[in-house]
Structures are given as structure tokens and as C-alpha cells.
């Protein structure tokens, strides 16, 4: 069965320190998909990116970073200078369906406080 | 912006009653999804449907049932409504430019408060 942890429940950091939120995942599939997820306090999912596990290529945008590594199963979401609109709970989720109904398995989630 | 909408978006009921969650697409997308929000628990996958009349069973499928009759609608049945319901009800569909590209974008969720 799939399943992704999200070890941290909660973090709480001073603005501009850079954080990582760790996700660690299993499947027995040898392709699949991993997501990110913001939820910030208005209740909102937002979409943040898609990894094909095909693609080990890390990614950068501005300042979130995400780290792929296959060997050890993890999927970890970095946050360089982190500002107080960051503050959100943060989901990492798993499909191993790339074509068709794609039923997505969430962590449980981790709460991230930018402190001023 | 996927054009998902949910209604209500807030609900209180009583223990027992049958409740009713829409959610409502404008941009034809085949495949849609109903998941509900615990804490401790992430969202978890309650049912899902491929086309119209075509729905299967997620991860906590127990208690619910759905029907899709239009492409843009999916609905969502408690049909007695129990304490341990009480959830955030979320809405997704799933959409891709290009294959291998499917990706979910979530409505705005529904509130549900069962006493």
C-alpha cells in the first residue's frame, strides 16, 4: 500500500531563515507521481508542483526548492528566506496512477509559523 | 484558475439527517473527486468518477455515496449523517496538458458540522 509521512507536524521559524519539510513515501510501483500542496489559513489548497518519479531533475522557483531522491524515498521542499505570507500547512501527496483517475494519498501535513 | 465550486460551504446538521454536497466544474474535465479533511489525517480519498455515471470507491468510502448525471456535477451523499463526518469536505479535478502532466486542483471546501 502507498503511504507518504510527514514526520514534522509543526515548525515555527523567524522570518528570512531558510526551512525544509521533509516527505518520505512508499510504493511498490516503479512510476508514479509526488505533489506539494499549500493550504494557507483561508482554507485553500493551492497547488505548488508535480515530480513524475521518471524525473529525478530537482526544481527551483524563486525561492522554494524541492529535492527528489529515489534512493531514499523522499521528496523534501525547501523554503529559502521565508517570509510570514509562507506561514501555511504544507502537504506532500503520492499517485501511482500517471494515466486516468489519479487517487492521490496526502501526508499528514505540516504546519509552518513564519515568526516577524 | 480550474472553475471548481462547492455548495454549501458551510453546513450544520443533526445526527441522522441526509446531506447533500455539490460540487460544480465549468470546464468539462473528465475526471473528479471527492476528499475530506481530518486533522492528523491529511485528506483522504472518499470517492471519485471517471465520466458521467461512472463513480468508484476510495480510501473511506464508508457512509457516503455519489452520483454524477453531468459532466460539471458531482455530488455527495451523507445518508445519515453521523458525528464523525464533522469534516472539511474538498472537491478536486484533475486536468493535464499533456499526458503524464495530470495534476488536481481542489475547490474552495465545504464546511460540514454534524450534531
Known amino acids: 500500500a502507498q503511504k507518504v509521512t510527514q514526520a514534522q507536524t509543526e515548525i515555527s521559524v523567524v522570518e528570512k531563515e531558510d526551512v525544509t519539510l521533509d516527505c518520505v513515501y512508499e510504493t511498490r510501483d516503479t512510476t508514479y507521481y509526488l505533489f506539494w500542496y499549500k493550504q494557507p489559513p483561508s482554507g485553500e489548497l493551492v497547488f505548488l508542483i508535480r515530480?513524475?518519479?521518471?524525473?529525478?531533475q530537482n526544481e527551483i522557483s524563486g525561492r522554494y526548492s524541492w529535492n527528489f531522491q529515489k534512493s531514499t524515498s523522499s521528496f523534501n521542499f525547501t523554503i529559502t528566506a521565508s517570509q510570514v505570507v509562507d506561514s501555511a500547512v504544507y502537504f506532500c501527496?503520492?499517485?501511482?496512477?500517471?494515466?486516468?483517475?489519479?487517487?492521490?494519498?496526502f501526508g499528514q501535513g505540516t504546519r509552518l509559523t513564519i515568526n516577524p | 484558475d480550474a472553475g471548481i465550486t462547492q455548495s454549501p460551504r458551510h453546513k450544520v446538521t443533526e445526527t441522522g439527517t441526509p446531506v447533500t454536497l455539490r460540487c460544480h466544474q465549468t470546464?468539462?474535465?473528465?475526471?473528479m473527486y471527492w476528499y475530506r479533511q481530518d486533522p492528523g489525517h491529511g485528506l483522504r480519498l472518499i470517492h471519485y468518477?471517471?465520466?458521467?455515471?461512472?463513480?468508484d470507491k476510495g480510501e473511506v468510502s464508508d457512509g457516503y455515496s455519489v452520483s454524477r448525471s453531468k459532466t460539471e456535477d458531482f455530488l455527495l451523499t451523507l445518508e445519515s449523517a453521523t458525528s464523525s463526518q464533522t469534516s472539511v469536505y474538498f472537491c478536486?479535478?484533475?486536468?493535464?496538458?499533456?499526458?503524464?502532466?495530470?495534476?488536481?486542483?481542489f475547490g474552495p471546501g465545504t464546511r460540514l458540522l454534524v450534531l
Open positions: 501527496a503520492l499517485s501511482d496512477t500517471l494515466q486516468g483517475a489519479q487517487k492521490l494519498v
Open positions: 478536486a479535478i484533475s486536468e493535464s496538458s499533456t499526458i503524464y502532466q495530470e495534476t488536481q486542483y
Open positions: 515530480r513524475n518519479s521518471f524525473d529525478e
Open positions: 470546464e468539462n474535465h473528465r475526471y
Open positions: 468518477s471517471y465520466g458521467v455515471k461512472d463513480t
